[in-house]
């Protein structure tokens, strides 16, 4: 009161001054980086944290921030202390070498309604083991890695062939039919049935695809704040995220509930995943290209593949700079940056600091793929780099565009036979274009956080002339 008395201002506007500078305070002491964290790059918001930080340009800013601050750091995603691994050898110390610390997930918005408690990417502990131990054995079973997947790629290869050669060299973005084949390879593989191009329940199920993915990782406000969703209209987009969530589970277990009436028959991963799971549940267990830019490598590659005979999955050890060139374009393009959100479990001592426990961890691959120190000229495409003296292929362990440690991607060695069988056959009946000639090849752009997918970016297909 003398205060206020003296200082001239009424006694309410003080006491309102007061609780203001109290509540800032507090929120500010909510995104305060803990005495011996890992320091943080940039000034964090009251309650947003970071987040503003990231939405322009995530991927360039976290290499910028890795550049100032070093191999890790701490930064908040809301009011969640996140610690950004940015380093191979640091990333071997944490995620490798104390693997039972840092192997679990944490719990987010987008994870809570696309029901991510069950399955594999998003849960931890013993049912997190037991299904990926199932999966991973029934999908070597179905062949995964082996010559006998490879038929079964080679037929979704052949229905991409056929819809690309009816573009007739026209410009096109091949955006559409190259994301319904990949998917179809998985869904021959885990329903043991490949969907035709015009089916339009196939068609839905892509475009679910395409948007659960864009919003997983893009939708920050409702991953931080899962409350946004109660607020009335729907400014930050989450009852949108429900909805399609909901569209797409709905659509998920349509399938699993034909599998389960045998209206798909013949060997499928899903049927092979429900009876493992009524087997654990039986037993007491608990079930839950930039290649147009470089002429010269194009050459080389068609060289390699000849033309007498489409390509096959055995050619996979004879096409080394195929293969390198593959890889090249993995590590450039980096399209999963900061992997999949870890958690960490305990306070964890590492170098001079503490992790603490509960922080999330992103691993941040874009910033190994990058790593000049690791690969001197990063920024150069030059697929020799995976080519030994003698031409072999060679794989450093600081490739590690699916990731390391025991969650390691459980789809790479699908992933790796279907980018060589997709690309060894169109490179070996077409030839790549720019759609015109002025075009620039689209920006590697993060946009949603998440996955890195190219821009829509128009491409003319010529035939080759076959010898
Ligand atoms: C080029 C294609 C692919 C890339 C670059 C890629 C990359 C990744 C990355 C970075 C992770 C995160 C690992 C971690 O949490 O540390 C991951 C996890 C995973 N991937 Fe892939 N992936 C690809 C294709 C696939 C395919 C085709 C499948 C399915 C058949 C698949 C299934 C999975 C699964 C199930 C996980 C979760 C593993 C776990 O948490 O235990 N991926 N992938």
């Known amino acids: 009161m003398v205060f206020s008395y003296l200082l001239g201002f009424e006694p309410s506007f003080l006491l309102l001054v007061t609780i203001f500078l109290v509540i800032l305070f507090i929120v500010t002491s909510w995104t305060h980086i803990p005495d011996n964290a890992p320091p943080s790059p940039a000034r ?26 070093g191999d890790i750091y701490s930064i908040y995603m809301g009011l969640t202390l996140t610690v950004v691994i940015s380093s191979y050898d640091l990333l071997k110390e944490t995620i490798v070498k104390k693997a039972e610390f840092f192997s679990s ?49 080679m037929e979704e290869v052949s229905a991409y062939l056929k819809e690309l050669g009816h573009l007739e060299g026209r410009p096109a973005d091949v955006k559409g039919p190259t994301f319904r084949t990949v998917a179809n390879v998985v869904c021959n593989f885990l329903l043991g049935k490949r969907f035709e191009y015009t089916d339009t329940d196939f068609d839905k199920f892509m475009d679910l695809t395409e948007r659960i993915i864009e919003q997983l990782g893009g939708n920050f406000l409702h991953n931080v704040f899962p409350w946004v969703k109660y607020l009335p209209g729907d400014l930050f987009k989450a009852k949108r995220m429900i909805r399609c969530a909901d569209q797409y589970l709905e659509f998920a277990d349509a399938f699993i509930e034909k599998v389960q009436k045998e209206e798909i028959v013949g060997d499928n991963v899903i049927s092979a995943y429900l009876e493992e799971m009524q087997k654990q549940k039986d037993a007491g ?27 096959e999955a055995a050619d996979k050890t004879r096409l080394n700079f195929l293969c390198a060139t593959i890889m090249e374009v993995q590590r450039i393009a980096s399209i999963v940056p900061v992997g999949l959100p870890h958690r960490c479990t305990e306070d964890i001592p590492i170098r001079n600091y503490v992790i603490p426990k509960d922080a999330i961890i992103l691993m941040h691959l874009d910033a190994v793929l990058l790593d000049e120190n690791l690969w001197g000229d990063p920024w150069n495409f030059r697929p020799d780099r995976f080519l030994n003296d003698k031409g072999e292929l060679f794989s450093p362990e600081q490739f590690v565009v699916f990731s390391m440690g025991k969650r390691v991607c459980l789809g790479e060695g699908l992933a790796k036979m279907e980018l060589f069988l997709l690309l060894a056959s169109v490179l070996q009946r077409f030839e790549v274009l720019p759609g015109d000639t002025n075009a620039k090849l689209p920006p590697l752009k993060d946009k949603n956080g998440i996955a890195c997918p190219p821009e829509p970016f128009m491409m003319r297909l010529a035939e080759r002339q076959q010898h």
């Not at 976290?62 to 601050?69: F, Q, S, Y």
């Not at 080389?300 to 390509?311: A, K, L, N, Q, S």
């Open 44 to 69: 964090a918001y009251p309650v947003l944290g970071h987040l503003p930080h990231l939405t322009a340009d995530p991927r360039g800013t976290m290499l910028e921030w890795r550049r100032k601050t």
């Open 105 to 153: 997930k944490p719990h987010t918005g987008s994870i809570d309604v696309m029901a991510c408690d069950k399955g594999i990417i998003s849960t931890s502990g013993p049912p997190w083991k037991e299904n990926r131990a199932a999966i991973l054995s029934i999908l070597r079973s179905f062949g995964m890695g082996k010559n006998v997947m490879g038929e079964k790629i």
């Open 285 to 311: 267990q608990p079930s839950e290209l930039s290649l147009g830019q470089h002429p010269q490598v194009y050459e080389e590659i068609v060289r390699e593949i000849g033309t007498e005979r489409p390509p």
